[in-house]
């Protein structure tokens, strides 16, 4: 034991210590790493590559580039993109040529959280990625599609690793108990119902298995099962994965929002109930709900978007959980609701048409004229009010640009109220036909 001035060796963590030393001992991600597979293929025939590990936290993206580079007998450098910067760059790329010039060895540069790297310190890996300084592998949470410059992508390859399942968390624990190097030194052992607890809090992160199994070892009796009750208490109320504007999130709402238009009011629930676990902000979906109304059902059921909108009243109101059963009613009615985005559909082509055509004078006839110079002008000359016409309709009127034929942008679906909407346009349209638009001259 230090004394007060000393410094004790300090254990490594359960999860580093079980760290795989061969492709044979990695866990998961059969995907890739099965025999047979590309990955593996390359790895044992010393094909290396640069490459992308996408994937959770916690499915051994470290490890696979350490087993990579120790498989492959390259020298292993590895940077931290939360840490480091151009310099810390700079230092792998001199301590490659190193290896190359003195051991004729080949240097695999892992970067940790690439992500967060800014556009300039990602292209600062491409001309030694181009010339084969360096191999490089970058691991990240996040969508590289959105996150990695395109110049990086096109020189690596991307690899998706998935969360671990429950197979593989089965072998995780299974050595953490049963080697020396793990917690075999203190004979443990975990029932069913307390390891389908453990696997349900990881939610398929590996690296949070061990340690949230480590963090009961140390409170169980040498010899014994570890109670239950046990880990009931060190997990308390355990989250989901969901990483507030990370790819889980985007994810996520995409799913409520896609089991909406797919009149799946279940799937909807779930994916409600999944971001409420995760953590998100029930305003957050209150206003997306808001938008599926307008997106989704538009005028096939008026009604949905006033609904919405006192959910989200309700929500801002009296907040949780009060307001989530009000949002929860809101994504239910949608979900089962008659769909349509012909307004949605209607309102981009408009918006098209706006950018594309430049600004197109409004006719003298739609002009106000409330002054007197106005009317000398011909604002408002030959204007049709409609409710002085049969029907209230000034059949073949022109609301159009001069330089602009006039669009149909609504098309209304033939489901609920948009049925009589399309009854009632098809009447205007048989009014129009039989009285031609008359195009106005400025």
């Known amino acids: 034991m230090a004394d007060l001035f000393g410094?004790?060796?300090?254990?490594?963590?359960?999860a580093a210590r079980l760290r795989a030393s061969n492709l044979d001992e990695y866990v998961g991600q059969e995907h890739l790493l099965a025999r047979g597979k590309p990955l593996r293929e390359a790895l044992e025939q010393g094909a290396l590559h640069s490459m992308i590990f996408w994937g959770p936290p916690g499915v051994g993206k470290t490890t696979l580039a350490q087993l990579l580079a120790k498989v492959s007998d390259a020298h292993f450098e590895t940077v931290?993109?939360?840490?480091a910067g151009v310099k810390e760059i700079r230092q792998a790329v001199e301590i490659?040529?190193?290896?190359?010039?003195?051991?004729?060895?080949?240097?695999?540069l892992f970067v940790d959280e690439v992500h967060r790297f800014n556009k300039s310190q990602q292209?600062?890996?491409l001309p030694y990625v181009e010339d084969g300084t360096l191999i490089f592998i970058g691991a990240t949470t996040e969508n590289p599609s959105f996150e990695l410059n395109n110049a990086l992508l096109s020189r690596a390859r991307v690899y998706v690793l998935k969360s671990l399942d429950e197979a593989a968390m089965r072998r995780l624990v299974d050595r953490a108990l049963g080697e020396e190097r793990g917690l075999g030194q203190r004979r443990l052992s975990l029932g069913e119902e307390a390891f389908a607890l453990l696997?349900?809090?990881a939610d398929g992160d590996g690296r949070r298995l061990l340690n949230l199994l480590e963090n009961a070892s140390d409170l169980a009796e040498d010899g014994e099962q570890i109670p239950l009750e046990l880990l009931q208490s060190l997990l308390g109320d355990t989250r989901r994965r969901f990483d507030k504007g990370g790819e889980a999130f985007y994810d996520q709402i995409s799913a409520l929002h896609k089991s909406v238009r797919g009149s799946n009011p279940d799937g909807a629930l779930y994916w409600f109930a999944r971001m409420l676990d995760g953590g998100c902000d029930p305003l957050y979906i209150a206003r997306r709900v808001v938008r599926m109304a307008s997106e989704d059902i538009g005028n096939a059921d008026p009604r949905a978007l006033g609904l919405c909108l006192s959910a989200w009243d309700v929500q801002e109101r009296l907040g949780s959980p009060e307001g989530e059963l009000a949002v929860a009613q809101a994504i239910v009615y949608l979900?089962?609701?008659p769909k349509s985005n012909a307004v949605y559909n209607a309102f981009n082509a408009a918006v098209r048409d706006a950018?594309?055509?430049?600004?197109?004078?409004?006719?003298?006839?739609?002009?106000?004229?409330?002054?007197?110079?106005m009317k000398q002008l011909g604002y408002g000359e030959a204007y049709r009010y409609a409710h002085d016409e049969p029907d209230a309709y000034a059949a073949g009127e022109d609301y159009f640009p001069e330089n602009l034929d006039p669009r149909q942008y609504y098309q209304p679906v033939p489901r609920g109220l948009e049925l009589k909407i399309r009854e009632k346009l098809g009447h205007l349209a048989a009014l129009d036909r039989a009285s031609p638009r008359q195009r106005r001259k400025p």
């Open 355 to 373: 950018a594309a055509h430049g600004s197109q004078e409004v006719p003298l006839h739609l002009r106000n004229a409330p002054t007197k110079l």
């Open 80 to 83: 931290s993109a939360v840490l």
């Open 96 to 108: 490659a040529r190193q290896q190359a010039a003195q051991y004729g060895r080949r240097t695999i």
């Open 123 to 125: 292209d600062a890996f």
């Open 199 to 201: 696997v349900a809090a």
């Open 7 to 14: 410094s004790a060796p300090v254990a490594q963590p359960l």
């Open 335 to 337: 979900a089962c609701a």
